[in-house]
């Protein structure tokens, strides 16, 4: 990811970085198609030592934000599909279907990246500091 965008929630969204200091991973495992470990999170950032998990079931909230996510991405699905390939109804369901299968897992992480940053901000001085 561009490093230009550091110190914007973007950043921290699009890369799975702390959304304090920018610097530590949240998960466990890179790759969101490790599927037995698409979820697992460090309890907290290495760098700066935020706790991620605020409280019991903090992550429920991702599930709201993962509905407008997945909505944006069947729409997106079907737009392609229907409008600029020419596919019919059943080929536009077809494709959102196996788009929503195909991105399953990284739907997930995007909501709880998120989630995650609605209720924590980027600070400079943690970022510094190690």
Known sequence: MARFLKGSKLYSIFTGK????HEG????NS???HLSQTLKMHERC???NQKFKIEPSFFYGAMYVSYGVG???AVAAFVIAHFFLGGGLMTSFIAIIGTLVLFFPFIMRLSRNIWINIFMKYDPEKAKSS
């Open 71 to 73: 909505i944006a991405f």
């Open 31 to 33: 790759n969101p198609y």
């Open 25 to 28: 991973d949240m998960y466990i």
């Open 46 to 48: 290495s760098h700066c």
């Open 18 to 21: 702390c959304p304090v200091c």
